[in-house]
């Protein structure tokens, strides 16, 4: 088998973990039922990779995506799976999607709810991370269409100028980031550079 077909790696019948307001397990449902109509609160995950100058890697989602095919979101966002830690889900999507290992800090979580049209929504209660990348990443073709590196400071005005080209939890994470935890994420860079 040729290693330039790249692994599909996502699946509508992946179970996934629905949580309550608290992020307490309640049960667990299909990821396809799970982004069905408004969507079932279930649990999740964002991570940002920054470069060790304070850059930061953005991904294209893939057009076959069910849900904002083609926007620009942070560089990996999924679901742990049913008996997965988030700690291990994370570093899956990381080698799956990027084949990235790297180190990552927990900033914060938060609910959120978006409706894409007909196909359906998310509604989440996000895990948000920072993570370090130092080269860059091979990239699944399934999961991204293309990467790009921006500064913070351009990821700020272009996301002000042109909010529509990103993903919703993209635009509601960045905001927090950079307002409440941009502090410990320049920590956390300081402590990862070498």
């Known amino acids: 088998m040729s290693n330039s077909v790249p692994p599909v790696v996502s699946f509508d019948d992946e179970p996934l973990v629905l949580v309550n307001d608290a992020d307490e397990e309640i049960g667990f449902a299909a990821k396809g039922r799970c982004h069905d109509g408004e969507g079932l609160l279930h649990r999740a995950f964002s991570v940002f990779l920054f470069s060790p100058e304070g850059d930061v ?114 635009k509601l994470e960045w905001a927090r980031l950079r307002g409440e935890t941009w502090s410990t994420v320049q920590q956390f860079l300081a402590e990862n550079r070498r």
């Open 57 to 170: 890697l953005l991904q294209q989602r893939s057009g076959q995506k069910r849900l904002w095919p083609g926007a620009w979101s942070n560089a990996c966002c999924s679901h742990p799976r049913r008996g997965e830690t988030l700690d291990g889900a994370l570093r899956r999507r990381l080698r799956e999607e990027l084949s990235l290992e790297t180190p990552v800090r927990f900033l914060f979580k938060f609910r959120y709810h978006a409706r894409y049209d007909v196909s359906g929504a998310e509604h989440e209660l996000c895990h948000v991370y920072a993570g370090l990348f130092t080269s860059q990443p091979s990239v699944n073709a399934n999961e991204i269409a293309a990467t790009t590196i921006v500064t913070a400071s351009a990821l700020d005005t272009d996301v002000a100028a042109r909010p529509e080209r990103y993903t919703p939890w993209l």
